[in-house]
């Protein structure tokens, strides 16, 4: 065919004859008949090829459509791997549960930390399983997966989504923000200048805004929820204090929506700055006690004092029951309210604040004998003696 469309070129661009000049016939060969006309039909097609044309989800025909034009093995093991590897990155950002994702805890849960580590262990032997089973066992293999951090940022089912770029610029919009902060703070502390509470608020609220043109509303919700100076520090408040999801979300948006209300007043020592911070405060207990209940804010603020904490440990310590942590917290806050007022009474000598100490002990003992009983006491008197 193609042979024919040259001849057929050439005779279209051959020179015409010269009108009137004949030219002589040939003798056809004696007994020779002549030749049969024959017509060439000549067909043209276009290809248009896409890549659309050989990938697939099916990696057997995949790797078959690769091979089909000629891919060689060193580029079809390249790209199957890499996609394999997208593909079981995709899985572990989306489907695998780390602690960093339960943003509602203190402190992280050593369960789901463990479960995640196997999570992962089992999709990596997924993965080259699968890998052996379309490549044969002698590829090569990349991406360690055990040593992945499972502190990695941005998983789970709402962040774990992000495409790379988005990311990308979650993580550059995060150090220019703390570029930001540090540079302020370095000039203040070389001008000999304090720092400026309502500045820092600007610059944290001039990162959020560039992080909301970035994000979805959801997806900063959870953003937020994560890596917010506000989440950050509402998690060291409820130290040794479980919540549920919800309770954290409830209280995490009202402090929020304080912390946006505050701007610089809170920073302000006249007394309508004064009166502004006691508000913000008298809000932010009422939106706890709306999240907690009455009964479960009454031991969020027992759990504020770090006496009831440390009540708290030793009771867990020993094995007592949960309802002896009260008693005892409200015995050991008694006491410790009656030693401040023997220490700032003037009216009392040395000998007689030490006399009036000892009676506020001896009571203290008797107290929790009372509330414990004998055997649980002497175990709790031995684990809180002084070395």
């Known amino acids: 065919m193609l042979a024919n469309l040259v001849l057929a ?26 030749p049969a006309t024959v017509k060439t039909n000549l067909v043209v097609r276009r290809i248009n090829f896409t890549w659309s044309q050989i990938e697939t989800n099916d990696y057997r025909a995949y790797i078959a459509n690769l091979r089909s034009i000629g891919c060689p093995d060193a580029t079809i093991r390249d790209i199957i791997v890499a996609d394999v590897n997208a593909l ?12 960093e994702q339960q943003w509602w805890r203190s402190n992280p849960d050593a369960t789901v930390a463990q479960a995640a ?38 998983d789970g089912p709402i962040l774990g989504s992000l495409s790379a770029e988005t990311k990308d610029s979650l993580k550059s919009i995060e150090m220019q923000g703390r570029q930001k902060r540090v540079d302020y703070i370095t000039a203040r502390q070389r001008a000999g200048e304090p720092v400026d509470s309502s500045e820092l608020k600007r610059l944290a609220d001039e990162t959020r805004a560039e992080l909301g043109k970035t994000l979805t509303p959801v997806q900063l919700e959870e953003y937020l929820l994560r890596y917010s100076e506000t989440a950050q520090d509402l998690r060291r408040e409820l130290q040794g204090f479980e919540v549920s999801p919800d309770e954290f979300r409830k209280i995490f948006k009202a402090e929020d929506e304080l912390g946006q209300l505050g701007g610089s007043s809170l920073a302000g020592s006249d007394p309508v700055s004064r009166q502004h911070q006691l508000d913000l405060v008298n809000q932010k207990e009422a939106s706890l006690e709306e999240a907690l209940g009455a009964e479960r804010y009454q031991l ?42 023997i220490l700032s009474d003037p009216n009392l000598s040395v000998a007689d604040q030490a006399a009036a100490m000892a009676v506020a002990v001896e009571e203290q003992q008797q107290s929790l004998r009372l509330v414990l009983g004998d055997q649980v006491y002497e175990k709790y008197r031995k684990k809180t003696a002084a070395p």
């Open 300 to 341: 969020f603020a027992y759990n504020r004092d770090p006496i009831f904490r440390e009540a708290k440990t030793t009771a867990q310590e020993l094995g007592m029951e949960a309802e002896l942590v009260v008693p005892i917290f409200q015995i050991n806050q008694a006491v410790a309210q009656e030693r401040q007022r």
């Open 88 to 99: 079981y990155e995709r899985k572990r950002l989306t489907e695998i549960v780390t602690p």
């Open 9 to 34: 070129l050439l005779w279209l661009k051959a020179p015409p004859q010269s009108p009137g000049v004949d030219q002589p016939a040939l003798p056809e060969p004696e007994g020779v008949a002549p």
């Open 117 to 154: 580590m196997q999570q992962a262990h089992e999709m990596e032997l997924e993965k080259r399983a699968l890998l052996d089973e379309l490549l044969g066992p002698n590829w090569e293999r990349s991406n360690n997966w055990e040593a992945v951090a499972f502190n990695s940022r941005f």
